[in-house]
């Protein structure tokens, strides 16, 4: 069916855990034509997109929890396999694609893609980028990424190293298009509060060691110990036995069972938007919560306790003027940032914000009115150029090589009965428990 022709703009998202769904949807809709947004929100007389999510079933799929926390709303929301949604798209009518995925899960699903639109007179536009921070693997996840329309930059820094890598390997970088991370936005921090507020943004796998994440809770439990004046709070992204994006071997919560926790100290959960709007500064070792931080003026301080390297990504932050250790912060440190890094990490603390998708909304609409529609999606990796890459890629999300369901592929060619959905549905808990609880003991008591 081609793309839909009202006036509405109809999106799908496939997202593969709660904070690229949040990414997803978020994008979606500030990337949708229409007027400019102030701060993430349309007009109640302009109508937003009508927006279907799909979150690819696999060990970090949100639970219920973690999508209201999210707190985005869809208009419809069902779990599938990448078949199910290839089969969803080649049935139903949407005008854009947002693939909120890991790498190697948008190249499946671009390939996917193209296969199931052969033919067709229109398709929709396809969009992808990436949720945060880009610190690591930059050559390999935007190749991946390679061959949508769009390919989301959050920053200006972003774009221009996403072009770079683009042309370094001969491939077409005009889809790059800056934007500016979705979910910014929230009142401007004012002043301080009283009792003054000190937050530290957890990360699912950063510092992933048993070591380092006990020193960081220490160091925060000392500091509310030599402040008793002000409220410490440890922000969580998830409970016990839930998955993010990252893998949490050690979360913070069952490390902190074993301290005596003086009473101005808090674990919490929830919106981060939320937590901030009381926050006087916000502390992290490398999470993109210092950018919204930023974003509102929050002091925000990225710690340097474990040193500056890439495997924690708060080289990132280097030449932020927010490096900063524990030490420092016991007495009374405060940061400055630099207002020129800060200006090209798309975080638009000027006041720029409400326009940083006015390029992608304009470029979307043209796409959208390309006479005779758009050609078909031309991913740069091939059979020809990633032969010993792509068909295993392909092979996880059970595609062959040219992007057609293999033989035996899940819900390939029907949608399952109560039976299977209840022995699914049992495998997948018993998966999950397998990677969060039965595999971090077996690394563990591999290092004895």
């Excluded at 100290?265 to 938007?273: A, E, I, N, P, S």
């Amino acid at each position: 069916m081609p793309p839909s022709t009202t006036n509405v703009p109809r999106i799908a998202v496939l997202a593969d855990s709660d904070t690229r769904w949040k990414w997803g949807a978020l994008t979606a809709d500030r990337i949708a034509p229409g007027p400019s947004m102030e701060a993430g929100s349309r007009d109640d007389a302009q109508p937003g997109p009508v927006l279907s999510g799909f979150l690819l079933r696999g060990r970090a799929t949100p639970t219920a929890r973690q999508l209201a926390e999210v707190g985005v709303r869809a208009d419809s929301l069902r779990e599938v396999t990448a078949v199910e949604f290839l089969r969803a798209m080649s049935e139903e009518s949407y005008d854009i694609v947002v693939l909120a995925l890991v790498g190697g899960g948008v190249q499946a699903m671009l390939h996917g893609l193209k296969r199931v639109w052969e033919g067709r007179a229109k398709r929709p536009v396809v969009v992808t980028g990436y949720v945060g921070v880009v610190y690591e693997k930059l050559a390999d996840g935007l190749l991946l990424r390679h061959g949508a329309d769009l390919v989301l930059a959050n920053s200006r820094q972003d774009a221009d190293r996403f072009r770079a890598v683009y042309a370094g390997v001969g491939a077409d970088s005009s889809a790059v298009t800056e934007v500016a991370l979705p979910f910014l936005g929230g009142a401007a921090y004012t002043g301080e509060h009283d009792p003054y507020r000190v937050v530290f943004a957890a990360q699912p796998s950063v510092p992933d060691s048993r070591k380092d994440r006990t020193y960081l809770l220490n160091r925060l439990v000392q500091h509310a110990r030599l402040h008793p004046e002000r409220e410490v709070l440890l922000k969580l992204r998830s409970k016990p036995g839930e998955h993010t994006t990252h893998i949490e071997e050690l979360p913070y919560q069952k490390l902190a069972q074993r301290l005596d926790l003086p009473p101005n100290f808090r674990l919490v959960y929830g919106h981060m938007g939320e937590v901030l709007d009381r926050t006087d500064l916000l502390v992290t070792v490398s999470s993109t919560a210092a950018l919204e931080a930023l974003h509102r003026r929050v002091p925000a301080v990225v710690l340097t306790d474990l040193g500056v390297r890439e495997t924690l990504g708060n080289h990132h932050f280097i030449g932020s003027g927010c490096l900063a250790s524990w030490d420092q912060l016991d007495d009374g440190h405060r940061p400055a940032p630099d207002e020129e890094w800060v200006a090209r990490q798309g975080v638009a603390a000027d006041g720029s914000y409400a326009s940083a998708f006015d390029a992608a909304r304009k470029r979307i609409a043209g796409l959208l009115d390309r006479p005779g529609g758009l050609p078909p999606l031309v991913p740069y990796y091939t059979a020809a150029t990633a032969p010993g890459y792509l068909p295993g890629i392909l092979a996880r999300h059970h595609l062959g090589p040219d992007g057609t369901p293999l033989p035996g592929a899940p819900a390939a060619d029907k949608e399952p009965g109560p039976v299977r959905q209840i022995v699914r549905r049992a495998a997948r808990g018993a998966y999950r428990h397998g990677v969060q609880r039965v595999a971090p003991v077996i690394r563990r008591m591999g290092d004895l």
